[in-house]
């Protein structure tokens, strides 16, 4: 089992910046995708961006595409994602996630989630 734990949600203003970290516990052993997936008031949980291991391959949502930036610690175990140009419709609570197999888009791939943290950006 992978235990994870989001931090660094918070409120920010629009046009403004955040950076959320998860970090992974438990079995770290092979880690070999870690994402990050939002989730709206109302709306489906929805894919935001992911990196595989050496982070030679990474995916972004169209919606944050040259505002956020995923990385990752592997020694650390950690996942980071820096947040710049913070809108309004960013709000929702964010999700890590993690497997050990695969680099997918979809949510319904990833085997371990975190419990979320909040991002509210106001207008």
């Known amino acids: 089992q992978v235990h994870l734990v989001e931090s660094g949600g918070g409120l920010a203003q629009a046009g403004g910046s955040l950076t959320l970290s998860c970090a992974a516990s438990g079995r770290t052993t092979n880690t070999y995708s870690m994402g990050w997936f939002r989730q709206a008031p109302g709306k489906e949980r929805e894919f935001v961006a992911a990196?595989?291991?050496?982070?030679?391959?990474?995916f972004y949502a169209d919606s944050v595409r040259g505002r956020f930036t995923i990385s990752r610690d592997n020694t650390e175990h950690k996942s980071y994602l820096l947040m710049k140009n913070l809108k309004p419709e960013d709000t929702a609570v964010y999700y890590c996630?993690?497997?050990?197999?695969?680099?997918?888009?979809?949510?319904?791939?990833?085997?371990?989630w975190g419990q979320g943290t909040q991002v509210t950006v106001s207008s």
């Open positions: 996630t993690l497997d050990p197999r695969r680099l997918s888009k979809s949510g319904a791939d990833y085997d371990y």
């Open positions: 990196t595989n291991w050496g982070a030679s391959t990474t």
